[in-house]
Each structure stands twice: as structure tokens, then as C-alpha cells.
């Protein structure tokens, strides 16, 4: 039993609709919560009161509101993820003997917030602040194999919208789908080359409650033709990525197949 009872229900309701792709109707929210739905009507009356929730009259569901978004947007300033996962990626670091990042997707590219060099590795391109491609790096793949199609297809809606940087790596819609596939499957992605020539990179998505894909780990090593990862690495950026997809409250990373 909560030891406050409506807070604990209230939470509830925010996270249900945080974790929603749409507005949802109360009588549904009730039945999701086994909450009765007259408790339900009045929290939501509040919540629309203080602006965390806003109601469509229209269609007689309610939807997370500006309040909720300004809460976010202060989760995002106080940089949790560049705090959290810092230590976790100098661990992994010392761990393997390789160079680790943390990145983000803004829009079709990733952003690097957090970098950890390994000594005596070569230098890299992923600094923090450094945006690059999504779909050329391990650490965008890995987040666009989680993303929903629709959302997929608004990022790259014709061919036009891929780049190279060394020739390789996803050249249309077709190619990168195919290859989202395969990561989907894995649980991991992988790029050979599409960043920097000689030089490859594993990265797994940190996902939060939804299962949306807020950030990546990655580590970049030298390469060979094939691209293999050294002995233990996918296991290690998989096991990092999902000690911090926990401690932001999140779902665990995708297993490893």
C-alpha cells in the first residue's frame, strides 16, 4: 500500500501517458490502472488545472501538457545523461582498453555528449558536441532501429537525404531499412569504416520506459576488413547501455542474439 495514496496515482497517470504514442480517453487510463474511474476524473482535473495535463474535448481524451514538457526540458538541462553515464563509459573504458561515447539524436544526426579516449588509441572525430549522420554511425543505427517506421520515414524521406563521408555505409531508404533489420534482430549495431577509414565502431541504444531510444553507447576500435569486434566488446557496450537505460528508469537494453 503507497504511503500517499493520490501521489501515487497521479504518477501513475503521468506515466501512463508519457509512455502513450497518442492521447488516451480516462475511462481507458482507469481500466489500464484498475483505478476507479471517478478517482481518475478528478486527478486529471487537477493535472489539466496545474497545466501537466490538457484535455481534447473533442475527442474526450486527455494528453501530457506544456507543465510536462517544461518538466522534461528540465530533466534534459541538468544533462542526467552526461552525469549518469560518464562513469559507466570511463568503466568501460578501462574495461576493454577502447575509446567509449554517449550520443543523442538531434534530428537525422547524432550528437556526442560524453567521450572517453582510451590511451593509446587513435584520435577520434566523436567529440563532445560533434554531430554526425545517424545512419553513417553505430550510435545513430542503433537508436533508428528503434525508432517506429513512421518516424523513420519523416527523418529520411527520400534518397536525397543520405550522406557519405568515405563511400561506404547506407546509400537509400532501402538499404538502411534492410540494415535496421538485422540490428533490430542482433540487439547491436556496427559501422565499418563509414566514419573514419581503418577505424569501426559497436553501439547499442539506452532506452527509456516506452522503450524510446534517448541515447546510445559506443566504442570505436581499429578494424580490420571484416570489421570484427575484439573478443567481449558487444557484450560489454550492451551491458553498459542497459545499466543506464535502468538507472535513467528505463527498459533494459535489447539482449544480444
Known amino acids: 500500500m503507497p504511503k500517499a495514496p493520490a501521489a501515487d496515482s497521479t504518477l501513475r497517470i503521468l506515466t501512463v501517458l508519457g509512455s502513450q504514442r497518442g492521447p488516451m ?20 482535473s487537477t493535472l489539466v488545472d496545474h497545466g501537466f495535463v490538457i484535455h ?39 574495461r576493454t582498453g ?38 553513417l554511425t553505430a ?7 528503434a ?8 527523418l529520411y524521406p527520400s534518397d536525397s537525404a543520405f550522406v557519405s563521408r568515405t563511400g561506404t555505409g547506407p546509400s537509400d531508404g532501402r538499404a538502411l531499412r534492410a540494415e535496421l533489420a538485422v540490428i533490430r534482430e542482433a540487439g547491436v549495431a556496427t559501422e565499418v569504416g563509414a566514419v573514419t577509414q581503418g ?13 524510446w531510444p534517448v541515447a546510445s553507447v559506443a566504442c570505436t576500435y581499429r578494424s580490420d576488413d571484416d570489421g570484427a569486434a575484439p ?4 557484450q560489454e557496450v550492451t551491458r553498459v547501455a542497459g545499466e543506464l537505460s535502468r538507472r535513467i528508469g528505463g527498459a533494459d537494453a535489447p539482449p544480444q542474439k
Open 25 to 44: 480517453a480516462a475511462a481507458a487510463i482507469a481500466t489500464r490502472l484498475g483505478l476507479p474511474r471517478s478517482t481518475v476524473y478528478q486527478l486529471l
Open 56 to 94: 481534447l474535448p473533442e475527442s474526450r481524451r486527455y494528453a501530457l501538457g506544456l507543465a510536462s514538457f517544461e518538466l522534461g526540458s528540465g530533466f534534459t538541462r541538468q544533462q542526467p545523461l552526461s552525469l549518469l553515464g560518464a562513469p559507466l563509459l570511463a568503466t568501460l573504458v578501462d
Open 98 to 135: 577502447e575509446s567509449a561515447h554517449l550520443a543523442v539524436m538531434h534530428g537525422a544526426e547524432v550528437v556526442y555528449v560524453v567521450e572517453e579516449r582510451a590511451r593509446h588509441r587513435p584520435t577520434l572525430v566523436t567529440e563532445v558536441g560533434v554531430r554526425l549522420p545517424a545512419h
Open 139 to 145: 550510435s545513430g543505427k542503433a537508436m533508428l532501429a
Open 147 to 154: 525508432l517506429p517506421p513512421a518516424q523513420l520515414r519523416a
Open 199 to 211: 577505424l569501426a565502431s559497436v553501439g547499442v541504444a539506452v532506452l527509456d520506459g516506452s522503450g
Open 231 to 234: 573478443d567481449g566488446l558487444v
